[in-house]
């Protein structure tokens, strides 16, 4: 008992850093660097180097260029030949997936990779699919679905081992629901004023895109995300060039971004389908019909929101719903996201850009629990 007694209590010692490699520590910063440099892979050593000097992150027997032979050897990099004989690096694909993966884990934590690729809806009922949990047995449930073992543990508990018997109240079964798939755009504002006032706004968006991918990828792989740009124009962009995207000097065309996503959504096979828009400014463009731009930085003009809350009501008619993340607090800027989000029918969240991809990730679970109409 005394042993017992002085075995008991915790233990308290000095924190120690889990164990890395200097591979490894160096290219935690470095898959960093490379997202901020969108792709631009001497960019980011120079930046390696520059915090190397300053923070001592090598050592003599581990340099920065043993870490760029080490990614050429793990084939993260690749050297690149040009027709006049000089030459550069590129990243690969398997450094562009590490990215996402990184991302992903960043923002949404380690989850355990699903097999069976679909969506739990909130509709419970007969399926070939467990989610893991009982609940009390109900008239109609079928009875193979019994949970033999805990409807037992249930009889002894309620009424003894002296006197055995199972009754109805003891009966609980496995809880199983409905499956539904889901098609995605992810909209992605990049004009000229996500990266204005000291602030980079593209990288979050751009991580958040990389993690909504790779988590599309490989938990839900019957789902589809579809990711479209809009500065003056909107176009798609593969999930492999989410590392490269990069601002530039547009002004901001929602109204075309949110078309493409539509024409985009309309050749899904799949009944649940949704649009989520990350932007921290103000429509400011439209294409007009002789294919020239309608501009109006200044302020909100009536003709460009117009035609916007127009496009908002159209997506709601084919049963699209649209959510908005707007990285910005302007009030005035709110005005057009409400009235936005009404023709919708939508959602909108106002957030700034440390918790874009938890309320991103969260919405899209959200809506996975039911079916959209």
Known sequence: MKNAERNRGFVFKQYEEPFQTPFDKL??????????TSGDFDEAIDWLRQLDREFKLTTPDYTIDDFIEDLKKRGYIKERLQPDGSGGVDISSKLEKALRQNALEQIFGKMRKGNSGNHKTKHSGRSDESTGDHRSYQYGDNLDKIAMTESLKNAQVNHGLGDFSLSEDDLVVEDTQFKSQMSTVLMIDISHSMILYGEDRITPAKKVAMALSELILTRYPKDSLDVIVFGNDAWPIAIRDLPYLQVGPFHTNTVAGVQLAMDILRRKRHANKQIFMITDGKPSCLNMPDGSYYKN?????????????????????????????????????????????????????????????????????????????
Do not use: W
């Open 297 to 373: 930085p200044m302020g909100l003009d009536p003709f460009i929101t117009n035609k916007c809350y127009s496009m908002a009501a159209q997506a709601r008619k084919l049963g699209i719903p649209i959510t908005t993340f707007m990285i910005t607090s302007d009030p005035y800027l709110q005005e057009f996201v409400d009235e936005f989000t009404a023709s919708n029918r939508g959602k909108a969240y106002y957030t700034g850009l440390g918790n874009l991809g938890e309320m991103i990730f969260a919405d899209y679970e959200d809506s996975r629990k039911k079916r959209l109409r």
């Open 27 to 36: 290219f935690d910063i470095f898959m960093e660097l490379i997202t901020h």
